[in-house]
C-alpha cells in the first residue's frame, strides 16, 4: 500500500486537496488548509443555512471559532 506524504520539497500541502500551499488558512492549533478546503469542511458541518459557532480540526480534532471568512458562501 503506497502512503501519501503532506508535503515535500515543494513545502506543505493542504490535508484536504494535497494542493501545494500559496495562501493558507492556519487555525489556531497550527494545521493549516486551502480557505476553500476549509470552508468545503465547514460547509458539510452546517445545517440549515446555519453559521457553525465552532469547529473541530480535521486533524488534531481541537475546538476552535471560526471567522467570518472561514463560513461558506
Avoid: W
Avoid at 21 to 28: G, K, S
Amino acid at each position: 500500500m503506497a502512503s501519501v506524504q503532506i508535503g515535500s520539497d515543494d513545502g506543505p500541502a493542504c490535508p484536504f486537496c494535497v494542493g501545494h500551499f500559496n495562501a493558507p488558512r492556519q487555525l489556531p492549533c497550527a494545521h493549516s488548509f486551502f480557505q476553500s478546503c476549509l470552508q468545503s469542511y465547514i460547509s458539510s458541518k452546517v445545517e440549515n443555512n446555519s453559521i457553525l459557532k465552532q469547529i473541530e480540526c480535521p486533524l488534531c480534532k481541537q475546538v476552535t471559532t471560526p471567522t467570518r471568512n472561514d463560513q461558506p458562501t
